[in-house]
C-alpha cells in the first residue's frame, strides 16, 4: 500500500524542478505525482490528481502564483499548499499566507527545510521558515506605501512586482499571459494609488520596501 504523500510540483525553470525533485527523493515519503511551469496547468492537475500538497513558486508566467492559490482554494478550502520561493521579503510572505498557502519558505533554504516544511503542513501546522516572518511588528510596519500595496489585489501585485523589477508594459503582458492595455491600465491604477508618475518611482518604492535588489 502506497502510503507516500503525493505532491505536485509548480515552477516555470525544469532544472528547478528537477532539483525539488532530488531533494524529495532523498526521503521515502513523498511521490511527486504531476509538474506544471505555470499556475493554469496546476489548477488543471490540482483537480485531475487531487494531490496531497502543492509544492509551488509564485513567479511564473500565465496568472502567476498568488492568482494560482486563490483560486484552488476558491475551489478546495482543504487544499495544501506550499511556496517555494526566490523571494525572501516579508509583503511575499503576508501575501502567500493571505491567499491561502499554509506555508512559505525560500529556495536558498536548508535542504532538510522543505521536507520539515511539508511534515508539518501535512500535521496541519502552519510553515514558515524561521527568520522571514519577523514576531511583533507586521502590523505595525504597514504604514503608507507598504499598507497601500497590502491592499492590491493579486494581479495589481504581480504586475507592480514586475514593473520595479523594470520590464516595461509590453514585457509584462508578456509574461502574465495579459493584453498589453489590461497591463497599461493596471499600471495606471497601481500609479494612482501610490500617487507616483513613472515606472522608475514604482521601482525607488519596492527598493526601499527590501523588495528588489538596489
Not at 532538510?112 to 516544511?117: P, S
Not at 492590491?152 to 502574465?176: I, N, P, Y
Not at 491600465?185 to 538596489?214: F, P, S
Request: aromatic share 6%; net charge neutral.
Amino acid at each position: 500500500m502506497n502510503n507516500k504523500i503525493k505532491i505536485v510540483l509548480v515552477d516555470d525553470h525544469l532544472v528547478v524542478r528537477a532539483g525539488f525533485k532530488m531533494l524529495l527523493a532523498a526521503g521515502d515519503s513523498v511521490e511527486v505525482i504531476g509538474e506544471a511551469e505555470r499556475g493554469e496547468q496546476a489548477i488543471q492537475l490540482y483537480q485531475e490528481l487531487q494531490p496531497d500538497m502543492l509544492v509551488m513558486d509564485l513567479s511564473m508566467p500565465g496568472i502567476g502564483g498568488l492568482e494560482t492559490i486563490r483560486r484552488i482554494i476558491q475551489r478546495d478550502s482543504e487544499a495544501r499548499i506550499l511556496v517555494f520561493s526566490v523571494h525572501h521579503e516579508q509583503v511575499y510572505v503576508s501575501r502567500a499566507l493571505a491567499a491561502g498557502a499554509q506555508g512559505y519558505i525560500t529556495k536558498n533554504s536548508a535542504p532538510g527545510i522543505l521536507a520539515e516544511a511539508i511534515a508539518a503542513i501535512m500535521s496541519g501546522k502552519q510553515y514558515v521558515e524561521r527568520g522571514l516572518v519577523k514576531g511583533g511588528g507586521e502590523e505595525r510596519q504597514h504604514t503608507g506605501y507598504q499598507t497601500i500595496i497590502a491592499g492590491f489585489s493579486a494581479r495589481e501585485f504581480d504586475v507592480f512586482s514586475l514593473l520595479a523589477q523594470g520590464l516595461t508594459v509590453h514585457k509584462v503582458a508578456d509574461q502574465l499571459c495579459l493584453g498589453h492595455k489590461t497591463v497599461a491600465n493596471y499600471a495606471t491604477q497601481i500609479k494612482k494609488k501610490l500617487q507616483v508618475d513613472t515606472t522608475t518611482e514604482l521601482a525607488h518604492i519596492a527598493v526601499n520596501l527590501g523588495m528588489t535588489a538596489r
